[in-house]
T-cell receptor
Framework: GAGVSQTPSNKVTEKGKYVELRCDPI?????LYWYRQSLGQGPEFLIYFQGTGAADDSGLPNDRFFAVRPEGSVSTLKIQRTERGDSAVYLCASSLNGGETQYFGPGTRLLVL | DQQVKQNSPSLSVQEGRISILNCDYT??????FLWYKKYPAEGPTFLISISSIKDKNEDGRFTVFLNKSAKHLSLHIVPSQPGDSAVYFC??????????FGTGTRLKVLA
């Protein structure tokens, strides 16, 4: 079956612009996660959704970052007033009900110039 | 504060030999541990996991060992194959959803 998909695969933007990153989880998975991976680092937890609600957003670095999952399936990570330090690979993962193995998408590589 | 550490950034092993990747952690509350493999331009792929109530879990060529007293886990790959060449991340969690990842070890299996 289809795995987790993320679009776009690459995004180049200018400092100060707004970006949206999309994640399509595995069908039927109620839990969805966003991570950020900077160069030379492991993935870093950002936010966890169970259904439509954000169960844990403690990893979001500041209020420029926001994520939604309005229908409990597709999720969008939104970054306002992007900064060069936001450049990273943004990974999305999903799991069946939360608490099981997380399956990752290929990521969106964001470059802020 | 790095709660999960992979102190070896890279490892080279001959094909057919054993690969041993190590991971240390500091948080004694972690109760679930995993290993992921990552190829370039792809997302991490789940490899194997272990609960804190066990000290060993085996799946084919892959075995994970957990030493809770030393706060150490390791991944053994036997025999190593060229297709195993990738970056390996260990991860740990409390309550199984908020994974804390190490910085990864790049494994190169030489043919």
């Amino acid at each position: 079956g289809a795995g987790v998909s993320q679009t776009p695969s690459n995004k180049v933007t200018e400092k100060g612009k707004y970006v949206e990153l999309r994640c399509d989880p595995i069908s039927g998975h109620t839990a969805l996660y966003w991570y950020r991976q900077s160069l030379g680092q492991g993935p870093e937890f950002l936010i966890y959704f169970q259904g439509t609600g954000a169960a844990d957003d403690s990893g979001l670095p500041n209020d420029r970052f926001f994520a939604v999952r309005p229908e409990g399936s597709v999720s969008t990570l939104k970054i306002q007033r992007t900064e060069r330090g936001d450049s990273a690979v943004y990974l999305c993962a999903s799991s069946l009900n939360g608490g099981e193995t997380q399956y990752f998408g290929p990521g969106t590589r964001l470059l802020v110039l | 504060d790095q709660q999960v550490k992979q102190n070896s950034p890279s490892l080279s092993v001959q094909e057919g030999r054993i690969s041993i990747l190590n991971c240390d952690y500091t948080n004694s509350m972690f109760d679930y541990f995993l290993w992921y493999k990552k190829y370039p331009a792809e997302g991490p792929t789940f490899l194997i996991s272990i609960s804190s109530i066990k000290d060993k879990n085996e799946d084919g060529r892959f075995t994970v060992f957990l030493n809770k007293s030393a706060k150490h886990l390791s991944l053994h790959i036997v025999p190593s194959q060229p297709g195993d060449s990738a970056v390996y991340f260990c991860a740990a969690s409390v309550g199984t959803y908020k994974y804390i990842f190490g910085t990864g070890t790049r494994l190169k299996v030489l043919a």
